[in-house]
C-alpha cells in the first residue's frame, strides 16, 4: 500500500517561513488527491490545503494567501510553502492521500496517512 513520509518541519519565530515535503511511494492510481492536515492536542485534524492529480489547489480559510502547495508528479512528492507563520500555525502536520478525482479536506475520507511533522511557531 501508499506510503507517505513528511519533513521539514521544525521550530521559527512568527513571521517566518518553513516548507514541508511528503513523499509517497509505492503509488498505484492515477487520479488522486494529496492533503496536508494538521492537529493539535485536543482538537480535531483540521484539512489546510490540498492538490489533485491535475494540479487543482484547494485552501482553508486559516492558511488562504500565507500557505502553497505544490507537487512534483515525477518525484511523487508533495510540498507545502508555508509563510507568514503564526503562533496559532503551531501543530503537528500531517500529508494524506486518497484515491479518485475530487479533493475534500475532511479527516475520514483519507485512507494513508504519514506519521507527521512538528511545526513550532514562537512569538
Known amino acids: 500500500q501508499v506510503q507517505l513520509v513528511e519533513s521539514g518541519g521544525g521550530s521559527v519565530q512568527s513571521g517566518g517561513s518553513l516548507t514541508l515535503s511528503c513523499v509517497a511511494s509505492?503509488?498505484?492510481?492515477?487520479?488522486?488527491?494529496l492533503s496536508w492536515f494538521r492537529q493539535v492536542p485536543g482538537k480535531e485534524r483540521e484539512g489546510i490545503v490540498a492538490?489533485?492529480?491535475?494540479?487543482?489547489?484547494t485552501y482553508a480559510d486559516s492558511v488562504k494567501g500565507r500557505f502553497t502547495i505544490s507537487q512534483d508528479t515525477a518525484k511523487k512528492t508533495m510540498y507545502l510553502q508555508m509563510n507568514l507563520l503564526k503562533p496559532e500555525d503551531t501543530a503537528l502536520y500531517y500529508c494524506?492521500?486518497?484515491?479518485?478525482?475530487?479533493?475534500?479536506?475532511?479527516?475520514?475520507?483519507?485512507?494513508?496517512w504519514g506519521q507527521g511533522t512538528q511545526v513550532t511557531v514562537s512569538s
Open positions: 509505492k503509488f498505484t492510481h492515477n487520479t488522486y488527491c
Open positions: 494524506a492521500i486518497r484515491w479518485g478525482d475530487w479533493c475534500s479536506l475532511v479527516a475520514h475520507e483519507y485512507s494513508y
Open positions: 492538490i489533485d492529480n491535475a494540479g487543482t489547489t
